[in-house]
């Protein structure tokens, strides 16, 4: 994973470097580091492990000048995460230092071809081999930084997104990609790099996405050149676009992950924007109507995605065979492109993903595109690779979620499922007008709705404390709501590291249920719905070996209320859309778990927002 982060002008790089890498730390926060050509000419090379403010701190007393520099901020893939093993790296030559995000897979292969040369290497990273090699090509061929880099990326095999500097030549950074994602903000007589935008935002919206590949050279007071591997130049595309500050700090909030769960409502209403026309009884995904005879077609649908994603994924499924009636299948992409899935001309493989950069969802959609399917993908991060390698798709329209742990896309994930759902229900005829207008009518009230789940948030709060004793917890949820207890055992999962497991709640007499006892708490989603005798017998169930019962049920519960310990209630709406509404509880619950428990919300041990490895 990894974030990195460069700059090259006329102002002081180092601020811009550090504000960066902050912006960037969602994607690993385990060591970082700087290199900076100072004024004297001087390479200095910065480096701690822990997190970006460690590295300020560490620099107080150090010569931080200079207009160039290069930072990263690591998840460790290769070598545990220490100072040694930090970026920059620099050569062996002590003239270049370079960054990357991503791995070097026939690492071992050169780094002993390289030890063959007499080289040797202080660190246990695939990093520390790439910038020998280009430092081995560039010295040994008497090339030009440019070339070495060019000539070096061809033995490679791997995923990089790169930045490298050389001190002898302090007016320029040489630039690359393949599979890690790359952006290049373009200013007045200055660049920016950066993994996303979000570093750059702030001083251009011009920039420029690397596709696979490319190399990139940023000189001072010239303009971008982008060559290939062949040394052709390549035509730009500079695109603009539309972030908003604001949208990138806390606004007020302790943590990004109580700020994005507090702005559902308004996000949801942003992503229905323009789509959801409830007078003229129909919605409206463009990317469904302009390829509605593909769709229409499709004999079956394949869903890939990780994580949450595969949580909304799985929503989704409910969703499209319900109104659609076309048979929907859900991968995860880690295991779907490793399986020689039967997928071909005629599919449809809808792929989701927050950041469109997860690596495993990646491969699935290149895979499945190879095979001959149409790629349909469902993203918030705009311009990232889901969008760029998919036939078409639709943005959920959230803005950025920084927090780790994934809350407003999960919901954002689903109303674009259930849009996409019900334009293509209606093209179909699948669905009649009355239900159409039932749900559309339902759907609107959904971001008020909501808010007053989010009401539960002081409630919630105090049950929490009840519960930091636990090390282990289990969510029960049925139709809809399956997919919604396992993301909310997922929350918990990741930011308080309590042990939790979701189940579809008739499951439990399977096997689970041998784990109740009178510590163990089980939360149940119990909202008003088809299933909700079935679930009051589950909770019978359950009270009867003495478990911890938390419900979730819909306002006015008369019955679940009574047997349940404690009880979250919560507005009623349909079936299809509950999970909208049943999420919320469940993120806040995670969320205040955690904070008793002391835990770092925004930056759960181990864990990065990006997954750009597999
Ligand atoms: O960016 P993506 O949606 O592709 O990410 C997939 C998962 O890595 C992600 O949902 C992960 O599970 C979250 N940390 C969950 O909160």
Redesign the pocket.
């Known amino acids: 994973m990894c974030g990195i982060v460069g700059y090259i002008g006329s102002r002081d790089a180092f601020p811009i470097l550090i504000k960066g890498l902050k912006r960037l730390e969602y994607r690993g926060y385990d060591s970082a580091g700087v290199a900076l050509l100072s004024e004297s000419n001087h390479l200095n090379v910065y480096k701690v492990k822990g997190k970006v403010s460690g590295l300020e701190e560490s620099v107080q007393k150090e010569d931080i000048s200079g207009t160039i520099g290069i930072a990263h901020t690591r998840w460790a893939t290769h070598g545990e995460p220490s100072k040694i093993n930090a970026h920059p790296h620099v050569s062996a030559s002590g003239k270049l230092a370079l960054i990357h995000n991503g791995i070097i897979e026939n690492y071992n292969v050169l780094k002993e071809r390289l030890q063959q040369k007499g080289y040797s290497f202080t660190s246990s990273t695939d990093t520390e081999v790439l910038v020998q090699l280009i430092d081995y090509m560039k010295e040994s061929g008497k090339l030009d930084l440019l070339t070495a880099v060019r000539l070096a990326l061809r033995e490679v095999v791997g995923a990089y997104a790169l930045a490298i500097i050389d001190y002898t030549n302090p007016d320029e950074v040489i630039v690359a990609r393949k599979s890690s994602p790359l952006v290049i903000g373009i200013g007045e007589n200055e660049f920016f790099i950066a993994s996303d935008a979000t570093p750059i935002v702030e001083y251009t919206d011009k920039v420029v996405y690397l596709e696979d590949e490319d190399i990139a050279i940023l000189k001072r007071g010239e303009p971008l050149k982008v060559i290939d591997f062949s040394n052709e130049e390549l035509n730009l595309e500079v695109q603009t676009i539309e972030l908003n500050l604001g949208q990138l700090e806390k606004g007020g909030y302790p943590h990004f992950m109580l700020k994005e769960i507090f702005e559902q409502p308004d996000c949801l209403r942003d992503c229905m924007r323009g789509r959801l026309r409830v007078e003229e009884n129909e919605v409206i995904l463009s990317a469904v109507m302009d390829h509605k005879d593909k769709l229409l077609e499709a004999k079956r649908i394949i869903i890939v995605?990780?994580?949450?994603?595969?949580?909304a994924a799985l929503i989704g499924r409910q969703l499209i065979e319900h109104y659609c009636r076309i048979p929907v299948q859900v991968e995860y992409?880690s295991e779907f492109r490793y399986s020689n899935p039967v997928v071909g001309g005629g599919d449809i493989v809808i792929s989701?993903?927050?950041?469109?950069?997860?690596a495993?969802?990646l491969a699935a959609v290149e895979l499945a595109r190879q095979r001959g399917a149409f790629i349909y993908g469902i993203?918030?991060?705009v311009g990232s690779s889901?969008p760029r390698n998919t036939h078409t798709g639709s943005y959920i329209h959230v803005g950025p979620e920084i927090?780790?742990?994934?809350?407003k896309?999960?919901t954002g994930?689903v109303t674009v499922l259930a849009m996409l759902a019900l334009t293509l229900a209606k093209v179909k005829g699948t669905v009649k007008p009355e239900e159409l207008q039932e749900i559309l009518k339902e759907f609107e009230t959904i971001p008020e709705k909501m808010k007053k789940a989010l009401e539960t948030n002081e409630q919630i709060a105090s049950l929490s404390k009840t519960f930091t004793y636990a090390s282990n917890f289990i969510y029960l949820g049925r139709g809809y709501n399956y997919p919604v207890a396992l993301?909310g055992a997922?929350?918990l999962k990741?930011?308080s590291y309590i042990h939790a497991e979701g189940y579809p709640a008739a499951e439990m007499k399977h096997g689970p249920i041998a784990l109740i006892d009178t510590e163990m708490p089980v939360v149940v989603i119990a909202t008003h719905n088809s299933l909700y005798e079935k679930l009051l017998s589950n909770v019978q169930e359950i009270k009867a070996r003495k478990g911890k019962v938390i419900a979730l049920v819909s306002e006015g519960d008369e019955t679940i209320s009574k047997i349940a310990d404690y009880c979250i209630e919560l507005p009623k709406t349909v079936e299809a859309l509950d999970p909208l509404i049943t999420t919320i509880p469940l993120q806040l619950m995670a969320y205040h778990i955690a904070v008793c428990k002391g835990k770092d919300v925004d930056q759960p041990r181990n864990?990065?927002?990006?997954?750009t490895v597999e």
């Open positions: 995605a990780c994580g949450t994603s595969w949580h992409a989701i993903s927050q950041s469109g950069e997860t495993d969802t993203c918030n991060a889901i927090g780790v742990a994934s809350t896309a999960f994930q993301e997922l929350k990741e930011i864990l990065a927002k990006s997954v």
